[in-house]
């Protein structure tokens, strides 16, 4: 009687692996990143987050609400994440995600550099100053 049931266990037990109906591991991981201002360590809403394969094939783009928090299922491997802002200097940085797992990755963006006023003046005199320049008329060819 204990061998048949043996048996019939067994027997079971393999159709249901051939059947596929036994849990499968999950293929999908989870990438987390949090983006945060470097000076005042505080979330940074509205920063971009695109995650781009190895070969920099775009997989998809996030927007960070308000607790500067994004979160993804990604397909298990290699990842580059880029995080940008229009008021901080951008930042790419690599994950990997396993199977079944959460990967955290934390973003300090800096500010970026203020644009001095002196720079654009310089630049626009020296466009004035070359022939065809900002400000210049144009030139005319003799006939």
């Known amino acids: 009687m204990v061998g048949v049931a043996a048996g019939l266990i067994t027997i079971t037990g393999s159709i249901v692996s051939l059947a596929g109906l036994h849990e499968r591991p999950p293929v999908l991981g989870e990438m987390i990143a949090v983006i ?6 505080a ?3 509205e ?3 695109e995650i781009l394969t190895p070969q920099d094939a775009l997989v998809t783009t996030l927007t960070a609400p308000s607790d500067g928090r994004v979160a993804r299922r990604l397909k298990e491997g290699k990842y580059r994440v880029r995080v940008s802002h229009p008021q901080f200097m951008p930042q790419v940085r690599q994950i990997e995600v396993s199977s079944g ?8 963006l800096a500010p970026r550099p203020p644009r001095r006023r002196d720079d654009r003046v310089a630049t626009c005199a020296g466009c004035a100053a070359r022939p ?3 400000g210049s008329a144009p030139e005319k060819t003799p006939r």
């Open 36 to 41: 945060q201002d470097m000076r005042e360590r």
């Open 43 to 45: 979330p940074l809403p």
């Open 47 to 49: 920063a971009t987050v």
């Open 101 to 108: 797992e959460r990967s955290e990755l934390r973003v300090s």
């Open 132 to 134: 065809g320049g900002a």
